[in-house]
């Protein structure tokens, strides 16, 4: 899907009503400010705090949107993690267009999918909210094996919610999970999963004794 650049405006929070830059190109695939809104909602109702607090990964975090509404709305900490060297270049910009002594922030530039990208997020986590919103050229198949890495690593939290953003397939989606069920996934429920025309978000709860 081709990408326009253009602005992204933040929807609530302490940056409310500032805008920050979309990343041009074809590699990325932002998220629109209707769905910004509703997935910040929805995150908002279903952890105890909503997002006070809290710490998360970005996982393909393009233009950093996503990341940025968190901190926001009062997240402690975001780590974004980006593999495209022009978007990491405009995620950079946009955290210095909020704020330029912003605290709690990193950026990991690389694959998601690497071992060396494993071995910084298990030390750098555990994280209570796992944003997944990756190109939708990325399978469901390798997402699936993306959560099982993180949670034999424990860079998944106890009690911890995974958002995934992915592409509406039929009608009946809003009642699907694409991940689930897979015994490998042990621990992860779904919780919510909500279609916007042709972009549908799922939400997993993660704990570690079911």
């Given at each position: ?118 071995r910084i997020l298990s030390k750098a ?16 198949t390798r997402i699936k094996e993306l ?64």
């Open positions: 899907m081709a990408i326009i650049a253009g602005n992204v405006r933040i929807i609530a929070g302490t940056y409310r009503g500032r805008t920050i830059r979309a990343v041009p190109g074809l590699a990325t695939r932002p998220t629109t400010d209707r769905i910004r809104e509703a997935w910040a909602s929805t995150v908002g109702s279903l952890l105890p705090n909503g997002f006070e607090d809290l710490v998360l990964l970005d996982a393909f975090a393009g233009s950093g949107a996503l990341g940025i509404e968190a901190l926001s709305r009062g997240a402690r900490q975001v780590v974004f993690c980006e593999r495209n060297p022009k978007a990491t270049e405009v995620l950079k910009k946009n955290l210095s267009i909020i704020d330029e002594n912003l605290q709690g922030t990193s950026i990991l530039s690389g694959d998601i999918f690497s071992l060396r990208m494993e986590g555990p994280f209570q909210l796992v944003v997944l919103d990756p190109p939708y050229s990325v399978s469901a959560l099982l890495r993180f949670i034999q690593a424990r860079i998944i939290a106890d009690n911890a919610l995974v958002s995934y953003e992915r592409p509406t397939q039929e009608e009946s989606d809003a009642n699907m999970s694409v991940l689930l069920p897979l015994d490998s996934l042990t621990g992860l429920k779904m919780v919510s999963c909500k279609s916007y025309g042709t972009t549908t978000i799922e939400y997993l709860c993660f704990r570690e004794s079911q």
